[in-house]
Every structure is written in structure tokens, then in C-alpha cells.
């Protein structure tokens, strides 16, 4: 699963990666770096339009369309395996798909709770894109809110010793065909909803204060033992 991540960037290092990946020239200031992301709170995504990529903030936590009413029902993460099975998901999957931008994300122990929490990384990107789809909620007063969820996979050989989801992280090849509105196939979708190589991936030991969503302060990624490998 993923509860939480981080997007330690900052500012021009975000522009500049968009520019030169996506050619959006003009993007809206956000506040980086953020060093523990929580849900509910607003996380930097990216989709194509039909016409060209967009960025922006999307609230994680989705909120399916036949919620009425009830901002407390929300997902932060979405079982991949079941998208097109499921009526409240299949139609979004095939037209509202998006990726979160980050740079790790935290996971914890389920097998020893008194264990450090771990941050997880790539070994050889800084930043990587988290399948994801989104949903626009409308209040009663009229308000909308853009929702996102973060789509989850099977862990891979390093992440199951400690848990046995993850997020669907995105190479530069399938991250074109999640983004692509055109792409309605089925199949082709889903194949790509796969875990990352394990051995590409890296993870350390983090403090025990980002258990708390309030923490936001550097230290919070921090190496404070052990460095894991595949």
C-alpha cells in the first residue's frame, strides 16, 4: 500500500523535470520540498488532456461518484487488480487516468509494529510517477473537489518482508500508455498495473515522528540504520 510518500524537490527542480519530460512551460508554484505527504491533503499529479500534459494539485483521498454528500468516504489506495471489475472504478480507469509525482514513499512493518518505518526509493531516479486515477466530488453547496487515489499492486521480492502491497510505480514506457486518453483497451492497461523490479529499488530505515502526519521537517527522511537492497 502507500500511506504516505515525499517529493523532496524543490521548486526549479520540479519545473525544469516537467519542462524537459512533458514540455509544460508554465506550472503554478508549489510548496516544496514535502517530506511526509498524508492524505488528505493536496499531491502534485500529472495527466494528458487529449491535447497535452497537465500538472497540478488533486486531494488524495478519491471519492467515487455515487458518494452523496460524505467527504469521510474516501480511498486512498485502489486494489489495481480489481479497476476493471469494479462498476465504481472501471469508468474512471478508462477515462480519468493520472500519476502522483514523488521521489519515496514510507511503509511500515506489518509483521513488527515496534519496527522503524522504511523509506523506499529507486536507485537510480529521483523521481517516479504512482498509477493513479481521479474523480471530481461535488459537494451540496456546488463545490468540487478533484480526488485522487493511488493504485496498488503485489509487493516485489524487496518490499514483502515487510509488506505485501505496494504502489504501481510507472517506467517512462508504460507511464505513455497510462496517460494516453486514447488507450481504452483493457488488457493492455492492466498488464502494465505491475510491481516494480525489486532490484531497482532501495530502501532505509526512517524516525519513528513521521508516524505522525503532522512531522514535516527534513530529518523525517533521514537514513538511521540499515540500507536494504535487491
Not at 483521498?61 to 479497476?83: A, H, Q, R, W, Y
Not at 514523488?102 to 519496527?115: L, P, R
Request: glycine share 4%; aromatic share 10%.
Amino acid at each position: 500500500m502507500c500511506g504516505r510518500f515525499t517529493v523532496n524537490l524543490t521548486f526549479e527542480e520540479l519545473e525544469n523535470y516537467v519542462k524537459e519530460n512533458y514540455a509544460i512551460e508554465d506550472i503554478k508554484s508549489f510548496s516544496l520540498p514535502r517530506y511526509n505527504v498524508a492524505p488528505g491533503t493536496e499531491v502534485i499529479s500529472l495527466l494528458h488532456d487529449g491535447s497535452k500534459y497537465r500538472i497540478g494539485e488533486l486531494r488524495w483521498g478519491f471519492i467515487p461518484s455515487f458518494v452523496k454528500n460524505d467527504e469521510s468516504f474516501s480511498l486512498i489506495n485502489i486494489k489495481s487488480e480489481t479497476i476493471f471489475e469494479k462498476e465504481m472504478f472501471k469508468k474512471v480507469a478508462l477515462q480519468q487516468r493520472c500519476v502522483i509525482l514523488a521521489d519515496s514513499f514510507y511503509e511500515w512493518n506489518q509483521n513488527q509494529k515496534n519496527d522503524f518505518p522504511r523509506r523506499i526509493m529507486l536507485k537510480e531516479k529521483k523521481i517516479f510517477k504512482m498509477a493513479s486515477i481521479w474523480n471530481t466530488y461535488i459537494k451540496s453547496d456546488g463545490t468540487k473537489i478533484h480526488t485522487v487515489g493511488i493504485l496498488t499492486t503485489e509487493a516485489n521480492d524487496l518490499i514483502k518482508e515487510i509488506h505485501h502491497r505496494m504502489p504501481v510505480i510507472l517506467t517512462d514506457e508504460t507511464e505513455k500508455t497510462w496517460l494516453n486518453p486514447r488507450e481504452k483497451n483493457e488488457k493492455i492497461l492492466y498488464d502494465i498495473l505491475k510491481p516494480y523490479e525489486s532490484q531497482k529499488m532501495m530502501m532505509h530505515r526512517v524516525t519513528k515522528k513521521i508516524n505522525s502526519p503532522l512531522y514535516q521537517e527534513e530529518d523525517a527522511i533521514k537514513d538511521i540504520g540499515v540500507i536494504y537492497e535487491e
